[in-house]
């Protein structure tokens, strides 16, 4: 006969292991939408704007990248405040359905030359909805894995953000492989091909859609209904956690450059200063980011031991010594082989804290306010230094000094590690403990 409390824990943690896995997959897709958009910028910037130099071309694209990113506060405080007051679920089911609709209509827009300066409003136009979208999914994402994940996992469990928003990317950097190699020709990408990778976006945003309609509620949210809607979401309320507010700001800072550097604009650096082929850059990104996602679990777990601390600090100290030596060395090599362990470092010192962010974020709020406390402040940091992360590096770059850019990001990282340094380690003083107590 069945031990009757093994099978209730069993039953228990299947329900946490498909929730999480629900939650994780619908990032996935949302964050693919997100990258697709970066992954063949090289291809439709030329559609969108006039003939001329391809580093201006970029430029614009990287700017409109960089106004969607404007939008990603906004999101955060709807989204964060949807996910406080209504619930994580319903939350997430909208930012998914907005994100479809903005690649949709990436898709269908006609080019520069057919409609002139229609293109790049409509163009932007999708990439602020898309902005709002993700605005608001990272904050509630990671509210809903940390809540579901058990006290002694959730550096595991919450790392698995990290692994779908870069596996979004990959699956974007895998299809544009696959039209690059197997499908299409370079010119066909360029005229025509570059809309099929929005197109397969809108579709999967409703595979997505289908997952988080039939996710668990968190039982930390659960347990706030007796609250009053006045306490739960609001600005008010966010402003009585300062410090955990600034916090966030301050663990955002360098890591969330670092990684746009080395993910999302590495693929025009390699193209662009490197001087590789747009094929091996994008081979080389893909290889690399594999690896790095692999990563995250495993930093993840190594949390839940040591701690949270620990981590951030290695990342600040080895970020604050590396960055220039790393991408100095990277901008002058000719060599494929030297190039990949040079991004394979850098990305191994951002696993730091690309692994852990979520849930030391959400460990700093309690349950009321975490998602709009984790979504709101971040979004803002990201929209400020993540966003602006590739016009920054490309206006460097035209204007000849691109190794300002390098010390740029070092000093950020410098920040970010005096917070590492002055802050508690999340591990030993969660708020979610206190969740489980309510």
Not at 301 to 325: E, H, M, N, Q, Y
Request: glycine residues 8%; contains cysteine.
């Amino acid at each position: 006969m069945k031990d009757p409390v093994a099978t209730n824990h069993d039953q228990i943690s299947a329900k946490k292991l498909k929730a999480i896995f629900g939650g994780s997959i619908g990032n996935l897709v949302e964050w693919y939408d997100w990258y697709a958009y970066t992954a063949f910028a090289i291809y439709f910037s030329a559609s969108f704007f006039p003939k001329g130099n391809p580093t201006v071309q970029l430029l614009n694209t990287a700017g409109i990248f960089a106004l969607g990113f404007l939008m990603r506060p906004l999101g955060g405080y709807l989204f964060g405040r949807i996910a406080d007051r209504i619930g994580r679920k319903q939350s997430m089911t909208l930012s998914v359905l907005l994100m479809s609709l903005g690649s949709l209509l990436i898709a269908l827009t006609p080019t520069y030359q057919s409609i002139g300066l229609f293109a790049p409003i409509l163009l932007l136009t999708a990439r602020l909805m898309q902005g709002l979208s993700v605005g608001g999914e990272y904050g509630v994402s990671a509210t809903y894995l940390s809540e579901m994940a058990s006290k002694n996992r959730r550096g595991f469990y919450s790392s698995f953000q990290y692994v779908t928003l870069i596996g979004g990317q990959l699956l974007a950097l895998a299809i544009q492989l696959a039209l690059q190699q197997l499908f299409l020709t370079e010119a066909e990408i360029l005229a025509w091909g570059w809309r099929i990778p929005f197109i397969f976006g809108a579709i999967l945003s409703l595979v997505a859609l289908y997952l988080r309609k039939n996710l668990e509620e968190t039982q930390a949210f659960e347990n706030q209904a007796h609250l009053k809607p006045s306490q739960k979401g609001t600005l008010k309320e966010l402003l009585k956690h300062p410090k955990a507010v600034m916090k966030v700001i301050g663990l955002t800072l360098g890591g969330t450059l670092a990684f746009y550097t080395y993910t999302t604009y590495m693929q025009k650096f390699l193209v662009n200063t490197v001087h590789m082929s747009k094929e091996q850059s994008t081979l080389m990104s893909f290889a690399t980011l594999f690896i790095f996602a692999c990563l995250q679990p495993v930093f993840g777990a190594l949390s839940d031991r040591i701690g949270r601390k620990p981590l951030l600090i290695s990342f600040g100290v080895l970020g604050t010594l590396g960055t220039v030596p790393l991408l100095t060395a990277l901008s002058q090599t000719s060599s494929q082989w030297q190039a990949f362990f040079l991004l394979m470092a850098a990305l191994i010192i951002v696993s730091g804290y690309t692994s852990i962010n979520a849930i030391v974020k959400a460990e700093l709020f309690p349950a009321e306010i975490r998602a709009l406390g984790v979504g709101l402040p971040y979004a803002l940091t990201v929209a400020i230094f993540g966003g602006t992360a590739e016009y920054i590096a490309l206006q460097f770059k035209d204007w000849g000094h691109e190794s300002y850019y390098y010390w740029y990001i070092t000093a950020c990282i410098f920040l970010s590690l005096l917070v590492y340094v002055g802050m508690k380690d999340t591990k030993e003083s969660s708020s979610l403990d206190r969740d489980q107590v309510k």
